[in-house]
């Protein structure tokens, strides 16, 4: 009976310890909500939707709270009708904390939940970047430079999605 407890205490604990990174923003989950699934929550939460040019739909709410952080930008990515992403931005004008400490805030968060999947992404010693990906799901935190003013983002991107993009694009050719 001891045996039976230990191998199970053991398979939870090594389970919590490699918690996949989440994949539902909103009731709605990467890789299997359709468009007009997001479209209707959206509605439902009383956003104005911008239909961006790649199909994305974008909104630019007052201060919207996810993860400690507040946005003023959000985009939802799909690909072949299905949510492939979504991307919370903002900026240094409009953050309510500086970008750095919010930077640090979060992935300071990310790295207790998904520290098993991180790895750094060097871009330029202007920017800040941190990668976390479990195989299936991606995040990118991230603060840099943009026409002269600083951006945060965090993007949570379904990566089979990801890859049939790409694949979808290079067809194209």
């Given amino acids: 009976m001891k045996r039976i407890i230990s191998v199970l205490f053991v398979l939870c604990f090594s389970i919590s310890c490699f918690a996949q990174i989440s994949r539902t923003f909103w009731g709605l989950t990467l890789g299997t909500s359709t468009k007009q699934q997001v479209k209707n929550v959206l509605v439902q ?87 976390y990906d479990d195989g299936r799901t991606s995040i990118l935190l991230g603060v840099r430079n943009y026409n002269y003013m600083r951006y945060i983002s965090i993007s949570y991107e379904d990566n089979s999605l990801s890859k049939k993009k790409i694949q979808n694009a290079e067809d194209e050719l």
């Fill in 45 to 131: 939460k009383g956003y104005k939707i911008t239909t961006e040019p790649d199909g994305s739909y974008s909104v630019n709410p007052d201060n919207v709270s996810f993860g400690g952080g507040y946005w003023t930008y959000v985009s939802f990515g799909f690909v072949n009708g299905k949510l492939s992403t979504v991307w919370f931005q903002n900026n240094e004008r409009q953050c309510p904390l500086a970008l750095n400490d919010l930077y640090d805030k979060l992935k300071n968060s990310l790295d207790k939940k998904y520290s098993n999947y991180y790895y750094d992404l060097p871009l330029d010693n202007t920017s800040q970047n941190a990668v």
